[in-house]
């Protein structure tokens, strides 16, 4: 009765704020979870044939200033007033976007990546404030639990869709994520209150000043800065999901046995999901993070609870790792399928337990400071996690740098990959001239060249960070918190 008696109080304003963040997750993660895919894959299924490192380069940096810019965003939306931000975001969002799928050269790629980003800079720290603005101390628990399920909501419906429409075309992903920018349009009009009623006061350049003046004096606090600085071990191994987990499934995976299993119980809705060739594409596996994050958050939450936050997120980091050495680690789909979810059970301890942690280290007086400074990691997270995806990635487990390796050792002459001759023809030359096809190629390379070695990074990192947690939490905070 009470928990009706709470939802009653909630404006259409918030309600309006929570419906714009589920079509803007929609929009970021239908695009972002097969962006790695659209820069690498061959040219000739309209993708743009990118290197690895080129990829790590292209997202790594977007995303890191998509984390860094709120900082200035976030002092900028204060003195403009959030209404106009968010209109300022989903222009940036759906231009740039636009851009992304006209372009097909690496420096105009990263410039409308980087166009992009900073149009979700701008909407990150907007939607945020008005969830903290529209609840107060009786509303704000159950409503920021709403706000994240609309999050995982959306990040499941994007990626889901676009696992599916992608077979048509390229183009039918970019467009969606246009659409669902549209949508925020007309509810930002229709139904969106801007509380920020003036803008008098200090200058925007001014609020820009105070904001990365407080960062510093923040960071200042020493021990606050090496648990950042662990902290970035954790976000790197994490972002792989998005960065390097959709290019291995996409190359070495066997995703048919999932579809097989669907079909046997469902066959509407494997023909549904799946592709013409009996599978699921990486995108739509990639999506099965929210799904399980919807079902089963609350469960993890009540578990965690009875823990310390620093021991509750070690224990979340400890699980994440062996979900991402599942997930790197063989060619089975259901294997796979099961790292998602071990991966999704360490994200739901880990990840808002360290919202918390810095909450509860920050003294009274500054907690909005050390919150604001809590996604320095994340952004430095993905920078590295672009790196590491990139050409570290590459000479691990790219099966076409792979390939190229074999093809030298054989002495085969087979054209560069050009404009002209693309990746595909590449593997079906190189497969031609070894008498193989395209499976028998396949696992030739996976033998030889063990491209799941890869998880052993990925997921060393994750233990690392537990290790480095542990010796901190020992040493360095010398006591329990």
């Known amino acids: 009765m009470s928990f009706l008696r709470v939802f009653r109080k909630y404006s259409a304003t918030f309600w ?268 739509t596996l990639s999506s099965m993070d929210s799904f399980f994050i919807i079902i089963f958050q609350i469960l993890v939450s009540a578990f965690v609870m009875r823990f310390r936050p620093l021991a509750a997120m070690m224990g979340g980091i400890l699980v994440l790792a062996g979900g991402v050495g599942l997930m790197f680690s063989g060619q089975n789909g259901w294997l796979i399928l099961l790292g998602i979810l071990v991966f999704s059970l360490g994200e739901m301890a880990s990840s808002p337990k360290f919202t918390e942690y810095v909450g509860r280290i920050a003294p009274e007086d500054k907690k909005a400071l050390y919150m604001g400074t809590s996604f320095l990691p994340v952004a430095a997270g993905h920078q590295l996690a672009g790196w590491l995806s990139g050409g570290v990635f590459e000479r691990i487990a790219d099966k076409y740098y792979l390939l190229h390796l074999e093809v030298e050792r054989r002495g085969l002459h087979l054209p560069e990959v050009s404009e002209t001759f693309s990746k595909n023809d590449f593997w079906q030359e190189a497969a031609r001239q070894m008498g193989l096809n395209h499976a028998e190629l396949n696992l030739l390379l996976w033998e030889n060249y063990h491209p799941s070695h890869i998880w052993y990074l990925f997921s060393g990192l994750a233990v690392s960070a537990v290790v480095f947690l542990w010796l901190y939490d020992r040493f360095i905070l010398g006591r329990s918190r």
């Open 16 to 283: 309006a704020s929570n419906v714009i963040e589920l079509f803007e997750r929609w929009a970021w993660y239908g695009f972002y979870m097969a962006f790695a895919l659209y820069l690498v894959n061959s040219k000739d299924t309209g993708a743009l044939g990118f290197s690895q490192a080129q990829k790590g380069i292209i997202m790594g940096t977007g995303s890191m200033l998509l984390y860094l810019l709120p900082v200035i965003t976030g002092a900028i939306a204060d003195k403009m007033g959030y209404k106009r931000m968010l209109f300022l975001s989903f222009t940036l969002y759906v231009s740039g976007f636009f851009m992304i799928k006209s372009f097909d050269t690496f420096g105009w790629i990263f410039f409308a990546f980087i166009w992009t980003c900073v149009g979700g800079a701008f909407f990150k720290p907007v939607i945020s404030a008005m969830i903290s603005r529209t609840t107060n101390e009786e509303t704000a628990s159950i409503g920021f639990g709403i706000f994240y399920m609309m999050v995982n909501i959306g990040g499941f419906i994007g990626p889901f869709i676009t696992g599916i429409i992608l077979q048509k075309s390229w183009d039918y992903v970019f467009y969606t994520s246009m659409l669902a920018i549209g949508v925020n349009y007309l509810i930002t009009f229709l139904f969106f209150r801007d509380p920020i009623s003036q803008t008098g006061g200090t200058s925007i350049g001014r609020s820009i000043l105070q904001a990365l003046h407080n960062i510093w004096i923040t960071l200042l606090n020493w021990k606050y800065l090496l648990f950042l600085v662990i902290m970035i071990l954790f976000w790197t191994a994490f972002n792989q999901l998005y960065y390097s987990f959709p290019v291995f499934v996409d190359q070495w995976v066997d995703t048919g046995v999932i579809y097989q299993g669907i079909h046997s119980v469902f066959p509407w809705l494997a023909r549904a999901i799946g592709t013409s060739e009996g599978t699921i594409t990486a995108v």
